[in-house]
């Protein structure tokens, strides 16, 4: 069956200004420099890259969270940035965010009842009853009891958080989530708890996630596909197990052989030298300051995309 285009993001620029230059002048910090990607309806889609490159403001302006400079974002066909104010409500109710840090993003002052009541609320006419009703549907849904209900957050721990976090995400029965490294501020023996409850989502609720995070072994469990992102530009795109076993771009090779689990012979990172500043993007391919595979051209001349199913945005493959 065709796949079908739940979210298209066309030639995608997001700049932030600074004042912060040298004598107290302007920089402006590139982002995100000209992404385009299709995001299919159902699947768990995942942004890779080191801290930096990008990929939580990418998340961030697809909702709008975050001004965009220029391009186009398609959510079941229409353009998000032209919509009106009640268009643009209706789309936040479908596509909701689930942050890194659940000890910041829940309000310690409200009991969860309040957190997980406030977007029903806010977004729809529906009964008291009607309100108490989804809200124990969505904490089960998590796999919490309705006794907690009557809690503040510090009363749970860290995985408990994320999983009441997800539960108010879940209240306006979304088609979309922007999960942005969900597990990563968690302990790890409880990490798997909530990659699994993820994935428990995206199976019986068909809900699609688009997940954002650094860590390769979330993603080779997790995502269908996944983008790599590099300085604001997604440098290779595929299937999660064609990147895993047959990364192309340098830049994927690095990341992948600098996660010990994943590559068991090589002990030794890749990446040489730091991510260059956004503020001061690299002439060509962005990536030739670092690649251990440059060549003269890459220092001038910007590589396209190549490929079909499994794309990269390097000279070697042209
Ligand atoms: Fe390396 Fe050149 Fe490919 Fe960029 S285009 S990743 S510098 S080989």
């Known amino acids: 069956m065709p796949k079908q285009t739940l979210l298209k993001i066309n030639n995608l620029y997001v700049e932030y200004h600074s004042k912060k230059g040298v004598l107290g002048g302007k920089i402006t910090i590139h982002a995100v420099n000209g992404v385009s990607l299709d995001i299919y309806k159902g699947e768990i889609i995942a942004i890779a890259g080191e ?31 032209n919509l009106n104010k009640n268009a643009l409500k209706n789309f936040r109710k479908k596509a909701q965010m689930v942050f890194q840090n659940p000890y910041a993003s829940l309000n310690p ?16 006419d529906y009964t008291i009853e009607k309100i108490y009703e989804t809200v124990k549907e969505k904490i089960k849904l998590v ?24 539960a108010r995400a879940l209240m306006l029965n979304p088609e979309f989530i922007l999960a942005d490294e969900p597990v990563s501020a968690l302990d790890v023996s409880i990490q798997a708890q909530v990659i699994n409850l993820i994935k428990e989502l995206n199976q019986k609720l068909g809900i699609t996630f688009l997940l954002i995070t650094h860590d390769m072994s979330v993603i080779k469990y997790l995502a269908d596909r996944v983008a ?44 040489k030298g730091d991510l260059p500043s956004p503020a001061d993007l690299p002439e060509g391919c962005k990536f030739h300051t670092r690649c251990p595979h440059v060549m003269e051209k890459c220092k001038t001349c910007t590589p396209l995309e190549c490929g079909a199913s499994h794309k990269v945005r390097c000279f070697l493959y042209e």
Do not use: W
């Not at 403001?57 to 909702?63: D, E, H, N, Q, V």
């Not at 002052?109 to 729809?124: A, F, Q, R, V, W």
């Open 51 to 81: 801290s930096g490159c990008g990929k939580s403001t990418l998340a961030k302006s697809l909702i709008q969270l975050e001004p965009v400079k220029s391009g186009e974002i398609f959510f079941e066909g229409e353009n998000t940035l």
């Open 109 to 124: 002052k409200m009991k969860i009842i309040d957190i997980l009541k406030e977007p029903l609320e806010i977004n729809t």
């Open 143 to 166: 796999g919490l009891d309705e006794s907690c209900l009557e809690l503040y957050p510090h009363e749970f721990s860290g995985g408990q958080r994320q999983r009441i976090a997800i």
């Open 228 to 271: 790599v992102m590099y300085l604001g530009e997604i440098v290779e795109t595929g299937k999660t197990e064609d990147i895993f076993a047959s990364p192309l771009h340098p830049y994927t090779k690095a990341l992948l052989n600098s996660v010990p689990q994943i590559n068991k012979t090589s002990k030794k990172s890749l990446l």
